[in-house]
T-cell receptor, first 115, second 113 residues
Framework: NAGVMQNPRHLVRRRGQEARLRCSPM?????VYWYRQLPEEGLKFMVY????????ESGMPKERFSAEFPKEGPSILRIQQVVRGDSAAYFC?????????????FGQGTRLTVV | SQKIEQNSEALNIQEGKTATLTCNYT??????LQWYRQDPGRGPVFLLL?????KEKRKERLKVTFDTTLKQSLFHITASQPADSATYLC????????????FGKGTTLSVSS
């Protein structure tokens, strides 16, 4: 059973371009979470999704950021018109159905660099 | 707003000693609290989960306590080894409230031989 797969591992974008980050959860997991980690800072929650539903997006910036978890295929975190401040490591985690009392499994992250 | 604080950004100890990391939180009553380990350039890895009705949980050299009155969790590594050097993250599990795991900034532990 493969772990949480994120791709790409490294992504370089010029200011104003779009960044698409992909996350394939572990098999059987229906809950996906996205986090952002800036250097010397902790993991900041962005969005929590279940298949075809956004459960909590309270950590997402109001503009330029969006996320989806379609019925088929990976979860996508999309950042439009990237700026230098978007440079960070973006981690995806997944967990099985049900609430609480279960660990979250993290991917290795996508390191976005905006030049 | 919910707030999670881990007592120090860095902790340096000698091999063989016990490392104690602190996690304090405010404005929430989580049903569970979790601890993760993160190595540089890697994603966090789950270590332990403790429920609100549990006082203590152990796993090999690791021990976690959870005091819901003080709103505090302590994470202990006994007989520490250089391989224990990493950043340790505390996370409030508030998924029952329809949201997610909320993490502290972490404490970076360095164990010297």
């Amino acid at each position: 059973n493969a772990g949480v797969m994120q791709n790409p591992r490294h992504l370089v974008r010029r200011r104003g371009q779009e960044a698409r980050l992909r996350c394939s959860p572990m098999k059987g997991h229906s809950h996906v979470y996205w986090y952002r980690q800036l250097p010397e800072e902790g993991l900041k929650f962005m969005v929590y999704l279940q298949k075809e539903n956004i459960i909590d997006e309270s950590g997402m910036p109001k503009e330029r950021f969006s996320a989806e978890f379609p019925k088929e295929g990976p979860s996508i975190l999309r950042i439009q018109q990237v700026v230098r401040g978007d440079s960070a490591a973006y981690f995806c985690a997944s967990s099985p159905p049900g609430q609480g009392e279960t660990e979250a499994f993290f991917g290795q992250g996508t390191r976005l660099t905006v030049v | 707003s919910q707030k999670i604080e881990q007592n120090s950004e860095a902790l340096n100890i000698q091999e063989g000693k016990t490392a104690t990391l602190t996690c304090n939180y405010t404005n929430y009553s989580p049903a569970y609290l979790q601890w993760y380990r993160q190595d540089p350039g890697r994603g966090p890895v789950f270590l332990l989960l403790i429920r609100e009705n549990e006082k203590e949980k152990r796993k090999e050299r690791l021990k976690v306590t959870f005091d819901t009155t003080l709103k505090q969790s302590l994470f202990h590594i006994t007989a520490s080894q250089p391989a224990d050097s990493a950043t340790y993250l505390c996370a409030l599990d508030i998924r029952q409230a329809g949201t997610a795991l909320i993490f502290g900034k972490g404490t970076t532990l360095s164990v010297s031989s």
